[in-house]
């Protein structure tokens, strides 16, 4: 199995930019397809953004595209999320997520094995 930690969240203003970062240990990444969710307070958990195991194939949410941006480096065992024009309603705790469907993206948590602890994004407007 693998063992994943997020990290890179903080407290920023509108517009600005953050990356996140997903480090594994254990089984090595490049056996899993990486996903991003977030959940804010009192709201379900939701999808951001996936990758496939070798990082050509990528699927974002709707309210994300265009600002966020998924990658990998396997080499590293780390996974990334750049978001860029951060809003307000991006406020959430993030966590990344691994997929043994390594050829898949896929929205589905219920899909993803293991999951990280999360970090905070807190957007001020």
């Known amino acids: 199995q693998v063992q994943l930690v997020e990290s890179g969240g903080g407290l920023v203003q509108a517009g600005d930019s953050l990356r996140l970062s997903c480090a594994a240990s254990?089984?090595?990444?490049?056996?899993?397809?990486l996903g991003w969710f977030r959940q804010a307070p009192g709201k379900e958990r939701e999808f951001v953004a996936a990758i496939t195991s070798s990082g050509r194939s990528t699927y974002y949410a709707d309210s994300v595209k265009g600002r966020f941006t998924i990658s990998r480096d396997n080499a590293k065992n780390t996974g990334y999320l750049q978001m860029n024009s951060l809003k307000s309603e991006d406020t959430a705790a993030y966590y990344c997520?691994?997929?043994?469907?390594?050829?898949?993206?896929?929205?589905?948590?219920?899909?993803?094995?293991?999951w990280g602890q999360g970090t905070q994004v807190t957007v001020s407007s």
């Open positions: 254990g089984r090595t990444l490049s056996s899993y397809a």
């Open positions: 997520a691994a997929d043994p469907s390594r050829y898949t993206v896929d929205a589905d948590p219920g899909k993803y094995d293991y």
